[in-house]
């Protein structure tokens, strides 16, 4: 069963504070992440996607990947209230798997004003 | 921008009847999926479609159907709807050679 997990929060933060979340992947053959941001009531919606070793930066979003350890992470500078929000991370399967991605159940953000 | 747009937000149904949910994307992509969201059990794909009338079953396949006539549009039907079907479904789509899922608005149905 190939299985991406996070942390289902809430994770409460301060206004202008950095919200660092996490995810870890089981499949190594994954090489394509993604994060989602889901209000409430409503559909996900694409952030950032992330396929190399390394940060890849998105003006207040950076997405962080390390295969060697399976993680996946995001960090959101100066939160806003307006990021309280279920945030959703995914893992690409192989072209074997039809291109389909498998999703974290998602971790609850706060931000505090 | 890519848009997938979906038949209902809002259907309340009852316990037997065929429910049929409709999803149509502008983008010309190949690739389109269908999702069932719990609180608590996240996404969970239901079924997808890589190509018109293909089909593939994902996670979850039990008491659905998934018809797909034409490239732009996927719909769900459930044959005899169930109260353990009372969920947000939600449609994605994406290019083939491409992981970028992108989503509906959702369609939350209610099954009495």
């Known amino acids: 069963q190939k299985e991406v997990e996070q942390n289902s929060g809430p994770l409460s933060v301060p206004e202008g504070a950095i919200a660092s979340l996490n995810c870890t992947y089981s499949d190594r053959g994954s090489q394509s992440f993604f994060w989602y941001r889901q209000y409430s009531g409503k559909s996900p919606e694409l952030i950032m996607s992330i396929y190399s070793n390394g940060d890849k930066e998105d003006g207040r979003f950076t997405a962080q990947l390390n295969k060697a350890s399976q993680y996946v992470s995001l960090l959101i500078r100066d939160s806003q209230p307006s990021d309280s929000a279920t945030y959703l991370c995914?893992?690409?399967?192989?072209?074997?798997?039809?291109?389909?991605?498998?999703f974290g159940a998602g971790t609850i953000l706060r931000v505090k004003s | 921008d890519v848009k997938v747009t979906q038949s209902s937000r809002y259907l309340v149904k009852r316990t037997g009847e065929k429910v049929f949910l409709e999803c149509v994307q502008d983008m010309d992509h190949e690739n389109m999926f269908w999702y069932r969201q719990d609180p608590g059990l996240g996404l969970r794909l239901i079924y997808f479609?890589?190509?018109?009338?293909?089909?593939e079953k994902g996670d979850i396949p039990e008491g659905y159907s998934v018809s797909r006539e034409k490239k732009e549009r996927f719909s769900l039907i459930l044959e005899s709807a169930s109260t353990n079907q009372t969920s947000m479904y939600l449609c994605?789509?994406?290019?083939?050679?491409?992981?970028?899922?992108?989503f509906g608005p959702g369609t939350r149905l209610t099954v009495t």
């Open positions: 995914a893992a690409g399967l192989g072209l074997e798997y039809g291109n389909k991605l498998v």
């Open positions: 994605a789509s994406s290019l083939s050679s491409d992981y970028e899922q992108y």
């Open positions: 479609s890589y190509d018109v009338k293909m089909k």
